[in-house]
């Protein structure tokens, strides 16, 4: 596809010269994704595209125009880039509205998202992703919003608060302001060709609707037929050697620097000398407040990337040139006549940081922060009650029942493999019970995973280890991707002081220990999203950082989000949900205790 002006005639004479540009930035260094090649240069702008790019590389003096413009800013030098563009990530994840969110990254640099809303689509349907595309509308950042293929994640082993099927999918691919297919994270289901899966993906490859993948340890056979159905990347790549294999079969790598997994060095290690690279992306995923506050957002991927040994243009390429290939969008992602004007005067190519941030040829934002006018507008579901239909708890249904009064029970515990990865597997663990109560071993606490959904019976609990989490409990509605309660303690007592503040707050993260409240963030937006700017969130969200590092987590990249993969099904091996222990690679449930290994003692 191409994306148009809304006057091409006005271009072309802008281009000509007939007619001033709207806006001429002179006195740059451009930045030539194409061929590799910086070059001094002017580049005039109109209705938001390049109408011209003026250069003379090989001093040939062949042409000496004078232009005119309406509006001229002096790069001084700087080198110009086009604005970056986020392969895949969630708004929902960074806790802020559409609007919000947009005012927090543009200073950055990003001028262009690729978005997923399936968080919110689980919470409140089809009107949570109409929401995030209405919202993301008429604003100086491009949101191309994708229609969720998976919710929930999983049917059959979770509840959430929608289903989609085909129709659904379908359906919301054709309404305004919806680009394409949302990650097709069950792989399983696509593998085994079932009636979920199947129909979305015949009937989406057949309109050539772009697909997001969602591929995550695959190769071979299974990375193969995963190929064939339609999804042309994949942002779940954690180690190089995955990388290898997919970029090896023509599958763009989404490398991902969230705040909650980092890749990008593994994978840039692994493929840095390949020949080409054309098929390495780059993507934020998951990116809090704080982190984009103090870091940036696509910016400092790019300076990962290069820091982890690619070349800067080549990094440069991965955060939009090479995004904008994928997306099949032919003239976004470079410095080009005809190319949309999303345009960034960097003074340091190895750390993107820019001065000016250009977006659809208006200057938005300067030395790190929005100028441009924005709409305050609120949009209805911002004020609606999307409260959490929780129960009343008590501590006797915060306590796992063992088939012995005393003695000892083997159990089938959820173990983290690492402390900043949410790779999961199931070990079985011999357990005390003294009066018809687990004794946790050190390093172990429980987990309950209810649902909000109206279901107030449905619940789970099961041991955990490996989280980081030492003492107290943590709570939160912030829940990948069914958005259940998802709680983590050493006691009930503790569990009930953070679940009671989650339900006042009507929705968000709230931790406790001594059965005392030590810290929250209201998420009010469907339990996902805060109305605060970003500026008021990272301040929010460090203080209750603060509080829930007295707890453990002290290793954790991101101790706030710690838990909120837990219930996710589509990441192996071990997972969670309201319905039940889960092993993710034969998609079948796995019992809390083993038969036959539970031991009495008198």
């Known amino acids: 596809m191409r994306l148009n002006p809304k006057d091409m005639s006005a271009l072309v004479a802008a281009s000509m010269g007939r007619q001033p540009v709207e806006l001429l930035l002179t006195n740059v260094q451009v930045v030539n994704l194409f ?29 000496d125009i004078q232009r005119d413009a309406l509006e001229v800013i002096d790069g001084q030098g700087r080198y110009l880039i086009p604005g970056f563009i986020d392969a895949h990530l969630h708004i929902e994840s960074t806790m802020m509205t559409p609007q919000n969110f947009a005012k927090a990254v543009l200073p950055w640099g990003t001028t262009t998202v690729v978005t997923d809303p399936h968080e919110v689509g689980n919470v409140l349907g089809t009107d949570g992703v109409k929401y995030m595309a209405q919202a993301s509308a008429d604003m100086p950042i491009r949101n191309l919003v994708l229609a969720p293929s998976c919710v929930p994640a999983l049917p059959g082993m979770e509840s959430a608060g929608a289903t989609f099927n085909d129709e659904d999918v379908i359906s919301l691919c054709n309404e305004d302001n919806i680009f394409g297919i949302g990650e097709v994270m069950d792989f399983l289901g696509v593998l085994e060709q079932d009636d979920r899966m199947n129909p979305i993906l015949v009937r989406s490859t057949q309109q050539s609707a772009y697909i997001q993948g969602h591929a995550p340890s695959m190769f071979g056979q299974r990375l193969n037929a995963y190929l064939c159905t339609g999804p042309t990347n994949d942002h779940e790549t954690r180690f190089g050697q995955e990388a290898k294999d997919k970029m090896r079969l023509g599958m763009y790598v989404q490398a991902r620097e969230s705040s ?19 098929y390495l992306c780059l993507c934020t995923d998951d990116r809090e407040a704080a982190d984009i506050l103090e870091h940036g957002h696509m910016n400092h991927v790019v300076k990962v990337a290069i820091e982890a040994g690619l070349d800067p243009i080549t990094a440069i390429r991965c955060a939009t040139l090479h995004t904008a290939k994928d997306l099949e969008i032919r003239n976004l992602g470079a410095v080009a006549p005809g190319y949309v004007a999303d345009l960034l005067l960097v003074d340091d190519l190895h750390d993107p940081r820019p001065a000016k941030v250009i977006s659809q040829g208006k200057l938005v934002a300067e030395n790190g922060h929005y100028i441009a006018p924005f709409s305050a507008k609120v ?99 912030v829940s990948h991707d069914s958005h259940n309660l998802t709680v983590m303690y050493d006691t009930p007592e503790n569990a009930l002081a953070a679940i009671e503040q989650v339900k006042v707050m009507k929705g ?4 406790a220990n001594n059965g005392q409240l030590l810290g929250s963030l209201a998420l009010p937006v469907a339990g996902l999203m805060s109305t605060l700017d970003c500026q008021s969130l990272a301040v929010e ?23 909120a993969t837990i219930a996710l099904p589509v990441i192996p091996k071990a997972k969670l949900s309201d319905k ?5 690679e034969t998609k079948s449930f796995v019992p809390l205790f083993p038969e036959n290994k539970a031991q009495a003692s008198d």
């Not at 968000?508 to 931790?511: F, K, L, Q, V």
């Open 35 to 63: 061929t590799g090649e910086i070059h001094p240069g002017q580049v005039g702008v109109q209705d938001g595209f390049i109408a011209y790019v003026d250069m003379d590389p090989d001093n040939l003096n062949r042409e």
């Open 260 to 278: 909650m997994s980092r890749n990008v060095r593994d994978i840039v290690e692994a493929v840095k000398d390949f020949k080409f690279h054309d």
């Open 379 to 477: 949009h209805p579901l911002e004020e609606q009650d999307t409260t959490a239909e929780l129960p009343d708890f008590n501590a006797e249904m915060l306590t796992i029942q063992p088939p012995v009064e005393n003695g000892s029970v083997v159990v089938n515990v959820l173990h983290y493999l690492r402390l900043n990865a949410s790779l999961t597997e199931w070990r079985q663990v011999s357990i005390p019970v003294v009066g018809g109560k687990l004794v946790l071993p050190e390093g172990h606490q429980f987990v309950m995973i209810q649902n909000r959904y109206g279901k107030t019976d449905q619940r789970t609990l099961a041991v955990v280890s490996g989280s980081g989490l030492e003492q107290g409990a943590i709570a939160a509605t």
């Open 508 to 511: 968000g993260i709230a931790c």
């Open 541 to 563: 969200g460090e203080k209750l950082k603060e509080a829930v590092l007295t707890l453990g987590f002290r290793e954790a990249v991101n101790p706030l989000l710690r838990i």
């Open 580 to 584: 039940g222990l889960i092993n993710v």
